[in-house]
């Protein structure tokens, strides 16, 4: 009788045992800005591959960013691909590790620990890679080291112990990624490229950006508002660049043939064309970089 007792209340006991936690599905984590590391603040993001519908990859990125002027904004972005998750999460904790994959130039193994309510993720907010179903957030703390290599002598090698963010997950329920056929926005924009340089300028909204890419991973970004523009529409577009201290240079897109075309409820125009003349944008720590392309396009887009 005795041992029939003991049985039953392991039986009991086992009974009432919370069931291991199941890692959920669709996580993103999003690192609060941390500022000042060097003169930067430092933001960082990871998605599970199953966001991503098209290459399945989960995206792990790092930015480094400071504002040069009230029109100029520098930023040093890494981008890591990785065919398998770093980062799990339950509901309650998880974990954030690139156990190797990260290269010699990030390294990271924290654990995630959940600080505050889930959240509902309303159905209007935005989302990586424009998914959509039964999202939750909750904010988190990441304890663990956080080592990120720079590579340069300004900078060095940033170490990070605790980071706050959030961490945004499906909670239950289907996921559906990827735009919806929806109204159709007027937008204008002229962009180029030339190996691993890369151009996007706004000629109605005064905006340009410029991307530089290394093979490392690293991304030098430099953002300028409030560019001089004498023709924001073709044939001819010329674009002086604002006095900073960091960018210098100016461009002239000249048309040479313009398709008419149809993207979902859009009404597309594109237009070829030479672009003439250099832009260099000088980087704290990373040196400067030069910009030149012999041609380019620009698009523009309505009802």
Known sequence: ???????????????????EARAADHVWLSVHTVGSVKGFALTASVTTP???PVTGDEILGVTLARRLSPLARASHALRL??????????????????????????????????TGEAQPVAADESLPFACRGAFVRRPVIAHGPFVLRTGTAALGTIRLIHLTGWVTYNS???VRC?????????EASLSAASGSRSLAADPQRRTLVLTFREASGWYHVMELSRVTVRGAEPPTIRITLPATGAVTGSLTFAARDTKEGVDGPCRVFTTQGDLSGKVRARFAGWGSRTFA????????SGP
């Open 1 to 19: 009788m005795r041992g029939r007792l003991v049985v039953l209340a392991v039986v009991a006991v086992g009974a009432a045992a919370p069931a």
């Open 50 to 52: 199953d966001f991503d």
């Open 81 to 114: 691909h990785h065919r398998s998750a770093t980062v799990s999460f339950d509901g309650q904790r998880g974990r954030w590790r690139t156990a190797g994959v990260g290269g010699p130039t990030l390294s990271l193994d924290m654990t995630l620990t959940a």
């Open 172 to 174: 239950g329920g289907p």
């Open 178 to 186: 990827g735009l919806t056929a929806g109204s159709c926005a007027p």
């Open 293 to 300: 392309a012999a041609s380019a396009t620009y698009r523009r």
